[in-house]
């Protein structure tokens, strides 16, 4: 037997394949700080933990509704409509087991074959990853360090075409930290509100953010209807494992992504929807305090970062990543990344494993203690002298 050809289409996420290099290091005795994975390292609050503990003993253990539970999309709901200005009701909420089955399932149901999706570049690898799988047309949009990552409006509005199908936004995006611009949201807007085309905004990280709250395109006139709103727990509530995402969208979308949920998952585990909702009603002290100290780990470490021969590191205004330029180490990001890894024992990811344009650059989260974070940059400047011209005499 062979695999289907479409096999041959799928990609991975190289943060998985850089985390099992690094195990396997400290499997050696080496020390390693990772700042490859890209998940908060701080606990699942408490009183979320204890609903889902409470939840079990209360028999929340069997099947629930193929879209979720009424009382957690009630819910998702009233906090969508509250945080992005806009009238959205449990009607229009799909919940999933984490984020991703809001990129697969309204792919899945919309694009055919030769559709074309715009997306950002470097972005999240599995954008493109199922554009391909689907056997749609994967169409890269740079994002440009100059413009604090956001992209070249002229250069999107050029490549729209009539056979653009759907346009992926992510801010706050991985795996820059950039934001895109309200102005530049509202262009957007202007030129996708009269074509046949549905937008997927990926704000997973829409709550971790340092200067003005992120901005959804659908705050803005018309846009509702045409988006799909990726959310979900696992970074603002530190809930990773517990897999519990969920898309806003169209009623009519939503019938697509139940028949295709019930086709492969049945439906989200009932215990942590219960949880979820103690997540998303409860106090926000601890958010607010990990929100905190995101903060207080970027500038220490983007700072520590642009003082590196080479690196320059502009600074992330949401999610948890330092995207550092590591072009004028005259090393290409790959090398560099693999350098860092093995000599001083730094895990971090190529850039390029986010996209063509991501080439010259190193993502690094900053979802570690402040002292491991200083520990990183000083081993990196250690070994510097590795692509620094010696000092003549």
């Known amino acids: 037997m062979k695999l289907a050809e479409r096999m041959s289409r799928i990609g991975v996420e190289s943060a998985f394949d850089v985390l099992v290099r690094a195990r396997a290091l400290e499997a050696q005795g080496r020390s390693v700080i990772h ?6 390292d701080f606990p699942t609050p408490a009183h979320v933990i204890q609903a889902a503990k409470d939840a079990l003993d209360q028999g929340w253990t069997h099947y629930g ?7 957690l999309r009630t819910a998702i709901a009233a906090h969508i409509s509250r945080t992005r200005g806009i009238n959205v009701g449990p009607q229009h909420v799909s919940v999933v087991p984490g984020g991703k089955p809001i990129i697969f399932f309204p792919m899945m149901a919309l694009l055919e074959p030769g559709d074309e999706v715009i997306y950002p570049n470097p972005g999240f690898p599995i954008y493109e990853s199922m554009i391909r799988f689907l056997g ?6 740079p994002l440009e360090e100059s413009r604090g990552f956001s992209f070249d409006l002229n250069r999107f509005a050029d490549l729209l075409t009539d056979r653009t199908k ?11 930290g950039g934001v895109i611009p309200r102005e530049d949201l509202k262009a957007i807007a202007d030129l996708l509100r009269e074509r046949d085309v549905m ?5 997973i990280y829409s709550e971790i953010y340092y200067d003005e709250p992120p901005v959804s395109i659908t705050a803005f006139p018309g846009m509702l209807e045409k988006t799909i709103i990726l959310d979900g727990f696992s970074k603002t509530y530190a809930m990773t494992g517990w897999r519990l995402g969920y898309g806003v969208m169209p009623e009519w979308l939503v019938d697509a992504v139940n028949k295709l949920m019930v ?7 009932s215990f942590t929807q219960r949880a979820g909702i103690a997540a998303i009603n409860g106090p926000r002290q601890e958010v ?6 995101f903060r207080r780990r970027r500038d220490a470490f983007v700072a520590g970062l642009n003082q590196i021969p080479g690196f320059h590191c502009a600074l992330p205004r949401g999610a948890f990543y330092a995207f550092a330029n590591v072009k004028d180490t005259g090393i290409s990001s790959k090398e560099l990344a693999d350098y860092l890894l093995y ?3 730094v895990a971090g990811l190529n850039g390029g494993a986010f996209g063509e344009y991501g080439d010259g650059y190193i993502r690094f989260s900053y979802a570690n203690s402040l002292e491991n974070l200083l520990e990183a940059v000083a081993r990196i400047q250690k070994v510097s002298a590795h692509w620094t011209a010696p000092v003549t005499a």
Do not use: R
């Open 35 to 40: 700042l490859e994975i890209g998940e908060p």
């Open 65 to 71: 509704p193929t879209q979720g539970l009424p009382d």
């Open 136 to 141: 749609a047309t994967p169409v890269p949009l």
């Open 166 to 176: 759907m346009v992926v936004l992510n801010s706050p995006q991985n795996p820059t």
């Open 199 to 203: 937008v997927l905004s990926d704000e």
């Open 263 to 269: 086709n492969s998952n049945s439906c989200t585990a």
């Open 288 to 293: 607010d305090a990990m929100v905190s100290e």
């Open 343 to 345: 000599e001083a024992g």
